[in-house]
């Protein structure tokens, strides 16, 4: 069900999604969650089907599909594996600081292994005392001759003790604020570079989430994002902007996976004589969630087609989208586990999973309260 106009294009994208997700991720999902392991198997799947590099344009090595088909990738294996739709989403968090504000050379370089899958990436922001307010980071990075030495600990990293290629944003000024702040792509073998901790989780436990530690690391010169120091927090703020519409995807995904789950059983399990699904509470529940969610739906392939116009600001959109599709889908996943009464708290079922990995998307590139400070923002004071 979608009233948004897809193009033909968009909607061969997600047919083709949907049976790969159905056919390949689906029957490995409770396995990933269980074991908690990276799955490189799924990452195979993935660069086969060449879906890890829709928002980057072929020069560089992607499909250029753009950001609605992303947001279509996202949703169509987020309904069947959260984990897996994990591997997409970070691989494009990874890449997309490269892509806005890369050098030639260095797009030339980092994007075409990372868009096909041959590398992968992690974008490294957070540190223990700097989440949401990342303008309070310490990492450091001074440059001495032609390297930059970086010292600090990142840490939540997605995918960061198994990527190749890790963008590190840190201090190159400590006495300008937020202009103070570059980025530097950093490879995994860059001496003084290690992964301290991987966090053990409630939810998406098959995306690592690492601690990265750089202790006297010597970055190369010509790693530092576009050559120019001080333009970190821009490219930051401008990777998250449309990353957040991808994040809906992922939204979207689990809700509909959720709810798909709850439906199909409430038409068959059946109490007092009748199906469940008889019932009106159920309906008025079901009805409701399925509502919020197409609401959501909606509103997040209307922020990824402004993200598609490359100079639509996608800013204020983009965080509506991203808070309305995580705290729906915290609510789809919640009363779907409901329908399923004591099954659905089973690990037999898989609404449990669906729920711990939906809570990750009130959290992740940013809370929903810090989406409702960019939002206010826009409408107050912008
Ligand atoms: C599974 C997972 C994967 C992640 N992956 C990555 C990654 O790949 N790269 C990366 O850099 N980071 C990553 N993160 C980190 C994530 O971006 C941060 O956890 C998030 O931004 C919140 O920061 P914090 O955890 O320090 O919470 P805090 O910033 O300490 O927030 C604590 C609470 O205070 C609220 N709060 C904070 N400031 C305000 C305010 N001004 N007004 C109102 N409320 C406020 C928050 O909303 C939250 O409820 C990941 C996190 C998780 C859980």
Redesign the pocket.
Known sequence: MSQFTLTQEQDQVRQLVRKVAENRIAPRAPEIDQTGEFPWDILAVLREHELLGAVIPPEYGGSGLGYLSACLINEEIARVCMNSAMVVA?QC?AMKPILIAGTEQQKQTYLPPLASGEKLG?????EPDA???TGAMRTVASLRGERYVLNGT?H?????NVADVVVVFARTETSQGLKGISAFIVEKDTPGFTCGRVEK?LG?RA?P?AELIFSDCQVPRENLLGGTEGAGMSVLMRTLDRGRVLQAGLSLGVAQGALDFAVSYARQRVQFGRPIGNFQGIQFMVAERATELEAARQLAYAAAARADQHDGDVGTLGAMSKLFASEVALKVTSDAMRVLGGYGYMQDYPLERMLRDAR?LI????????QK?VIGRALLTG
């Open positions: 970070t968090l992690a974008f490294a922001c957070t989440g949401s307010d990142k939540f990293i997605s995918a960061g989780k998406v995306s989430s990750f959290i992740g590139e940013g809370t929903s309260e810090i400070l």
